[in-house]
């Protein structure tokens, strides 16, 4: 009989109990370990960061700069103490002034993230409860608010997922 | 008005310190091309006359929320490279390292007998007119103030682990316990969150320890190498020259903390 544990990280380690049959062939300490799985929200995320620092001036028909890579790269980390493996990917729109919004859209939840700068994001979450207009906070680097709405929409989301399947 | 030294704060006849690093990162101002590289370091030439050429060092932002795992970079290659540049001292115990978004004073012991350590208050003070140098010429080319995003400060401590005076990983620092056995090698890795008063996050300490030897004898040392790094209250100088301040207190405080009595009295505690 195989056992198989998941570790929060994505990492999968498959060991072998001493069974007959599943030990045929294979040493006592047998395992198989699988590489910690990358959330599916990171390469679809570095993608479109890649696209908007590189755009043209004028991208927006007037003068609009690229996306500024430190403000691009300030959004990965910051998207890195807000996301759970199984968190949705977020769309990335550009900004007029080299800044960004990171969003998300659910039925019932929406969640927009406005970079302005590194340590300047304004941060907007609309719910059923808070109505449309919506509930907004100024943050600089502490993002553990965000981190409980993104925590509540994944929620959301595989419960959805889990409801049509 | 001349800096002093905090009362209180731990300090020690002969710590095992080999290199100490202030630094800065700024949002790279739009106007500046890499030939302007030169006329920098022409602003502290009399002082720093040699030079060296690295590879740039990736931003870093302090950013708090979930825990996380390891972290990835976001690199992308669009329009020509940026270089780093050392400007050194004669004697290359002294080095400024600048690139587009960064500036940074270096301290390295490097020949035992010929270096001693300026001390932080020192190094703080040269660093501080460095920064204004820096923020003047930036401002003589039309562009603003240095926007300052991230401040860090390293301390690199090499323990001997040879001769009268040598420790182990173990015996020197009370994070470690290999649990009798003689490590051949090792490599410790942790950050912890620093708060404020009010208890939100500020900066983050890493640690890092591990066995290695000295590039110039070969002898074996145990790295320990502790870093703050986080964002400034304001993203001017004076904003950043306190946090560099609040860095380097933390630092030597959980240094004595991590350390051990023994290793403490081979160092010569004195306060």
Not at chain 1, 33 to 50: C, G, I, Q, T
Not at chain 2, 246 to 267: C, D, G, L, N, Y
Request: glycine share 6%.
């Amino acid at each position: 009989m195989t056992q198989v544990r998941r570790y929060d990280t994505g990492t999968t380690v498959v060991s072998l109990r001493d069974h007959r049959d599943a030990r045929r062939g294979l040493s006592d300490n047998a395992r198989l370990s699988f590489e910690r799985r990358d959330p599916e929200w990171k390469n679809v995320v570095m993608r479109r960061l890649a696209e908007l620092v590189a755009l043209n001036r004028g991208w927006d028909g007037f003068d609009a700069p690229p996306v500024e890579f430190h403000n691009a790269y300030f959004s990965v980390q910051m998207l890195q103490s807000i996301c759970s493996v199984e968190t949705p990917a977020p769309a990335i729109v550009p900004g007029y002034y080299g800044d960004l919004q990171v969003e998300w859209h659910s039925a019932g939840t929406h969640i927009e993230l406005h970079v302005k700068g590194p340590n300047r994001v304004e941060a907007w979450r609309s719910t059923d409860e808070t109505g449309v207009e919506g509930e907004e906070i100024d943050l600089s680097t502490d993002f553990t608010i965000v981190a409980k709405w993104l925590a509540d929409l994944t929620r959301a989301f595989r419960d959805d997922d889990r409801a049509r399947a | 008005m001349a800096r002093t030294r905090p009362e209180n704060l731990p300090d020690f006849e002969m710590p095992p310190l080999d290199e100490v690093v202030l630094g800065v990162q700024f949002v790279p101002p739009p106007r500046y091309r890499q030939i302007y590289a030169g006329a920098v370091w022409d602003l502290y030439r009399s002082e720093f006359p040699l030079v060296e050429e690295q590879i740039a060092i990736a931003p870093a932002f302090e950013t708090f929320g979930v825990t996380r795992g390891p972290s990835f970079n976001f690199e992308v290659i669009n329009g020509p490279a940026q270089n780093r540049f050392w400007f050194l001292a004669e004697d290359g115990h002294e080095l400024i390292q600048f690139q587009q978004d960064r500036l940074l004073h270096n301290w390295r012991r490097l020949d035992k007998e010929a270096s001693v350590y300026p001390r932080f208050e020192t190094m703080v003070t040269k660093f501080e007119r460095e920064l204004n140098q820096l923020q003047t010429f930036f401002e003589g080319l039309g562009q603003r103030a240095l926007e300052i995003n991230q401040c860090e400060v390293t301390y690199i401590n090499h323990i001997a682990m040879e001769g009268p005076s040598g420790l182990t990983p173990d015996e020197a620092i009370k994070l470690i316990n290999f649990g009798g056995k003689k490590a051949e090698a090792f490599d410790l890795r942790f950050a912890e969150r620093i708060d404020s008063d009010g208890g939100s996050p500020i900066a983050r300490m890493h640690y890092r320890a591990s066995i290695g030897q000295k590039t110039n004898t070969g002898e074996p040392v145990c790295y320990l190498e502790l870093t703050v790094r986080g964002a400034p209250e304001a993203n001017d100088i004076q904003s950043a020259i306190e946090f560099l301040e609040m860095a380097r207190r933390k630092i030597v405080t959980q240094f004595a903390e991590v350390t051990s009595e023994r290793a403490h009295e081979v160092w010569r505690r004195k306060v």
